[in-house]
């Protein structure tokens, strides 16, 4: 059976806006949440451009790091 990938564009851009917006709102640099989550600043980047789609693990621990929700990251 083949893997279907679904990507909903929508989706990805709300993520890109809450990831930005509770970024600034916290304080923090790309480069520094990057750091606290473990990954590379180029990957933040590309996540607030709404060039990725990324995994729930990804929005899990990019929404400790900021400490919120993980469904904040998701709300319109």
């Known amino acids: ?32 949440l990057a750091e606290l989550v473990g990954v590379t600043y180029s990957q933040i980047a590309r996540i607030e451009l709404a060039e990725i789609n990324t995994s729930v693990s990804m929005i899990y621990l990019i929404a400790m790091a900021l400490e919120i929700e993980p469904g904040q990251l998701l709300e319109r």
Do not use: C, F, G
Request: glycine share 0%; proline share 3%.
């Open 1 to 32: 059976m083949a893997k279907v990938h679904i990507v909903e564009p929508i989706a990805i851009e709300i993520l890109a806006k809450n990831v930005r917006k509770y970024r600034v709102k916290t304080n923090i640099s790309q480069t520094t």
